[in-house]
């Protein structure tokens, strides 16, 4: 049951975002830095496609910093603890709170339950040479 909580707080959570973004992109994990103990991390990431606004013209770098031992987590959302080469859609200019000190937040391709979204990432995919999705 838990699980299914947690599934629909973060559908509602994106649902949120994508209306109150001013800029949405889908962007690349180009590279991760962590502190030693992982309380700070730096992850650089590549935009790939405008979502909603105009793209950002470079590399951008998120932070995150855990809040507490708990591992509560501060920063520019759940982009920033991946691995190198996934894909990630960040929102900007969201409200600033506490946890989101600079007004970003961001989330995981593969957490995205959001069809429009989900549709933003499969026209990308498909204007890649090559790409052939699943029959």
Wanted: aromatic share 8%; glycine share 10%; proline share 4%.
């Amino acid at each position: 049951m838990w699980s299914d909580w947690r599934t629909i707080g973060h559908y509602e959570r994106t649902a949120k975002l994508v209306e109150e973004a001013s800029r949405t992109h889908l962007a690349r994990v180009t590279k991760v830095e962590r502190d030693g103990d992982n309380f700070r991390t730096r992850t650089t990431i590549q935009p790939l496609r405008a979502i909603k606004g105009e793209m950002p013209t470079g590399s951008q770098v998120l932070v995150g910093f855990l809040q507490d031992s708990c591992g509560g987590a501060n920063g520019d959302g759940d982009g920033v603890y991946t691995k190198e080469a996934d894909l990630i859609i960040v929102f900007e200019g969201v409200s600033k709170r506490a946890n989101r000190p600079n007004g970003i937040d961001s989330v995981r391709v593969v957490e995205v339950r959001n069809v429009d979204l989900l549709d933003e990432v499969q026209a990308w995919l498909n204007a890649m040479p090559g790409y052939k999705p699943y029959d």
